[in-house]
């Protein structure tokens, strides 16, 4: 035999041999598209910082629930910007709240359509932090976690009255999956799921969701380093995927997903419920921006990456990239 004996090159030399063997698949079925959803009619704003992602109106979001699902995207992510924001978060609770008749209006147009929300509170409280604020004993100003869980547990029971599929908490409090499970079962919705945020790091990458959400902390804590992870950190990640499931989680995510690949692998070999990516809003944003000045092919890119978080062992993965890399697919 000629050397080199080994040749793997065989395996590539066409574009059909390269599907035969091809490792991993994406499909639109895989991605869950994030919204976010806002009070008034007719309404369509582009999010600076995120060339492509709207904010919208509750029958404009309608209208990008049916134009995902004849895509082949089967599940979307809601997130309120609300009217008024308060310390509370109170609006993060209201049924007729730009969530809640989301959940409702998406459910009537495209029932098929998988629905999930964001269950946190820094979208509607006006501190911009993820629960409720109070002064520690030493003086600093910290998120309380206990006083927060009912907070949670509210917001997440008002999604599922509305009729949300799915509930996904990611304030990182600790106990927040167990009191959202009580707090569902106790009403009758043991049949909502819960996709639990769990290894969530504190990440610079989630720069443009906040100018699109408005959730920026404004006041207590300048940042959210006591409750989301510290990115140097491996073997927490699984201690809160652990603790998430024993409180009850049916599903975990890592978050962000591409600075986390590695993270992401070893929740995939070690657990055995679905996992999800958070193609969070910086990585989503530093594509686009490299494409608009010719850097980079931005479709190459978009379905390379997507593909590298699906190698890595997500599941699914949450992506603003969800409708046009499923158009791509098609
Ligand atoms: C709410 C929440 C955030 C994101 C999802 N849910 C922001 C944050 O924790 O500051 C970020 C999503 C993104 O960057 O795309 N807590």
Not at 71 to 82: K, N, Q, Y
Not at 88 to 100: D, F, L, M, T
Not at 104 to 122: F, G
Not at 123 to 149: K, M, Q, W
Request: proline residues 5%.
């Amino acid at each position: 035999m000629a050397f080199p004996e080994e040749r793997a090159r065989r395996l590539r030399r066409s574009a059909s041999m390269r599907e035969l063997v091809r490792e991993t698949q994406l499909q639109p079925s895989d991605f869950m598209w994030p919204l976010f959803v806002m009070p008034g009619q007719d309404l369509r704003e582009e999010v600076p910082s995120m060339p492509g992602v709207y904010r919208t109106s509750v029958d404009q979001a309608v209208a990008d629930a049916r134009e995902a699902f004849a895509v082949g995207v089967r599940s979307l992510i809601l997130f309120g910007i609300p009217a008024s924001k308060d310390s509370q978060g109170s609006s993060g609770w209201n049924a007729e709240g730009p969530v809640a008749r989301a959940i409702r209006a998406i459910k009537d147009a495209v029932p098929e359509m998988l629905v999930a929300t964001d269950v946190c509170m820094c979208e509607y409280t006006d501190h911009g932090h993820c629960g409720h604020i109070h002064t520690r004993r030493d003086g600093a100003p910290d998120v309380d976690n206990d006083a927060s869980l009912e907070l949670l547990a509210r917001e997440a029971l008002a999604h599922a009255r509305a009729g949300a599929d799915i509930v996904a908490p990611s304030d990182m409090m600790d106990g927040r999956v167990r009191a959202i499970r009580t707090a569902l079962d106790a009403e009758g919705y043991s049949d909502v799921s819960i996709l639990a945020y769990s290894a969530k790091y504190a990440s610079a990458f989630y720069g443009p969701f906040r100018d699109a959400a408005d959730s920026t902390p404004r006041e207590g804590p300048s940042d959210r380093r006591t409750y989301q992870m510290d990115p140097a950190n491996r073997r927490e990640a699984l201690r809160e995927v652990r603790l998430d499931l024993e409180e009850g989680a049916d599903m975990v995510m890592v978050k962000p997903a591409l600075p986390y690949l590695d993270i992401l692998r070893e929740v995939r070999d070690a657990v055995d419920v679905p996992v999800a990516a958070y193609n969070v809003s910086g990585e989503y944003a530093m594509v686009k921006m490299a494409a608009k000045a010719g850097v980079i092919d931005g479709d190459r890119v978009m379905m390379e990456l997507l593909t590298s978080i699906r190698r890595a062992g997500a599941d699914l993965i949450l992506t603003y990239h969800a409708v046009e890399a499923a158009k791509l697919l098609a």
